[in-house]
């Protein structure tokens, strides 16, 4: 089974900028997908950010702010985000899909909250 762990939320002030990481525990070499998404009180989840093959998308809301990247070597993906504002305030999960897989694979969730 493969497992996704994410880490790096917290409580920051708006304006402020944090990383999460998101460690996978096979290789995310083979990974077709990977993706960032948050769920917001009393809202539905949703796509922050997410590459699939040589193409990335982000949501209106977080572009020019935040950045996906991945790191093969070490089975790692991070979501860099700058300029956080109030309304960024969710619970950040990780995604994944390998070539082998069916479905998607998803982390625990790291809150992250930012106060105005």
């Known amino acids: 089974q493969v497992q996704l762990v994410e880490s790096g939320g917290g409580l920051v002030q708006a304006g402020d900028s944090l990383t999460l990481s998101c460690a996978a525990s096979i290789s995310t070499f083979g990974a077709i997908a990977i993706g960032w998404y948050r769920q917001g009180p009393g809202k539905q989840r949703e796509l922050v950010a997410a590459t699939r093959g040589g193409t990335t998308n982000y949501a209106d809301s977080v572009k020019g702010r935040f950045t996906i990247s991945r790191d093969n070597a070490k089975n790692m993906v991070y979501l860099q985000m700058n300029s956080l504002k109030p309304e960024d305030t969710a619970v950040y999960y990780c995604?994944?899909?390998?070539?082998?897989?069916?479905?998607?694979?998803w982390g625990q969730g790291t809150q992250v909250t930012v106060s105005s």
């Open positions: 995604n994944a899909r390998w070539t082998w897989s069916p479905k998607d694979f």
